[in-house]
């Protein structure tokens, strides 16, 4: 039996071996491994400082073969300590970024962690921003990270929304032409009447959309109003057009031929999508099997679905599906009404709907245990 370490690139191995990589069992392999190791200081460094495994520790090193001794490793290390990082998240940011042991500990590394820190980029929320913008370290602190976080910190107004920005972007890595853009953008959805308080909210939880063209952005927007008769005074613009931004006209006419196809008038269908834009970035294929069980199962009526997002934006076999057929036994033993409000049910959290299904347990002994069943069934098969 042969193998090769499936974490441990086959160039440090074959510059290691004088012999092919294919050619010895996974026991030779290990003892050889565990040679090289005990030779290395850096290695092993990284396995008993920051506690990396064996084949771990030689996919770091092979990013940086040419490091031969932990006096800077351990400078780089001991800063990462003063700023609040434990040994794992130090861990998860030299996996991710083996180059940070290279950098010059006090003129490049620690300039930059006081201008993170000072924003609020603490301990999990640093490591997350290197998860995202592993080459963050090597950008200029003065060219680069300081005029953006400042002009984030000039658009969002706080801290605080600018961590949660960067928390969901690679804005760090932006070039002065994407923040062009993304001002245009803005400029744009003020002309339609985005409030303020919209645009910002769009930044900070979805930043990627806007970072594409004025010109696309633009084009959806007049497709909202021309074609579906979502006016810019709409308070769920916004929502539609977050829905359309990555979807063609072809696809959403498509998704509309759907609701036409199970008896929709154009005019149930614009209102809809007046109330409940989120649909149009659906697939076709989940459109179908949600007016197929709504509509053919369950008999609702289009005026009935316009009322409620639930249907639309939960699951149908993980969340609604298990909760209605659970509720179809108890109106079945006349323990609920009719009227029973359905929508209302699925959005409830699953503590609170279980604590609705333990009042019918004295009539229906174990429902709770079947509900659990069903919804673990339902998760199998989606």
């Known amino acids: 039996m042969f193998k090769i370490y499936r974490t441990i690139p086959f160039f440090f191995l074959r510059s290691h071996f004088q012999f092919s990589i294919t050619s010895f069992s996974s026991s030779s392999s290990s003892t050889k491994i565990t040679e090289i190791v005990s030779t290395n200081p850096v290695l092993n460094y990284l396995i008993d400082s920051l506690g990396f495994h064996e084949d771990d520790a030689i996919a770091v090193y092979s990013e940086v073969p040419h490091l031969k001794s932990t006096a800077n490793s351990n400078l780089v290390v001991n800063i990462f300590k003063e700023y609040g990082l434990n040994n794992v998240q130090i861990r998860d940011i030299v996996s991710m970024a083996p180059r940070i042991l290279t950098v010059k500990p006090n003129k490049t590394l620690e300039p930059k962690l006081k201008v993170f820190t000072e924003l609020g980029l603490l301990g999990p929320d640093l490591v997350k921003l290197v998860k995202r913008n592993p080459l963050i370290f090597s950008r200029g602190l003065h060219t680069q990270i300081i005029p953006t976080v400042d002009y984030l910190r000039n658009l969002l107004g706080c801290d605080e929304n600018v961590v949660k920005m960067i928390n969901r972007s690679k804005w760090m890595l932006l070039p002065n032409s994407s923040l062009r853009r993304i001002s245009a953008n803005i400029s744009l959805l003020k002309k ?191």
């Open 192 to 382: 339609y009447g985005l409030s303020d308080e919209k645009i910002l909210k769009l930044l900070v939880t979805d930043p990627q959309r806007m970072k594409q063209t004025p010109e696309l952005i633009e084009s959806k927007l007049q497709y909202l109003e021309q074609k579906l008769g979502i006016s810019r005074d709409s308070p769920l613009l916004i929502h539609a057009l977050v829905a359309v931004m990555y979807r063609s006209e072809s696809e959403i006419e498509k998704n509309l031929q759907v609701f036409r196809r199970f008896g929709w008038s154009d005019l149930e269908i614009g209102r809809l999508l007046k109330s409940q834009p989120y649909c149009l970035n659906k697939s076709e294929a989940y459109i179908v099997d949600k007016l197929n069980y709504f509509m053919k199962e369950l008999k609702y009526t289009p005026s009935y679905l316009m009322g409620s997002t639930s249907f639309w934006t939960l699951s149908l076999e993980k969340r609604m599906k298990p909760r209605i057929e659970i509720i179809k036994i108890l109106k079945k033993k006349e323990l609920v009404k009719e009227s029973l409000s359905l929508s209302t049910l699925v959005n409830y959290s699953e503590s609170k709907f279980l604590g609705f299904l333990k009042n019918f347990e004295s009539h229906i002994p174990g429902l709770c245990e079947i509900y659990k069943n069903r919804l673990k069934n339902s998760k199998v098969v989606e």
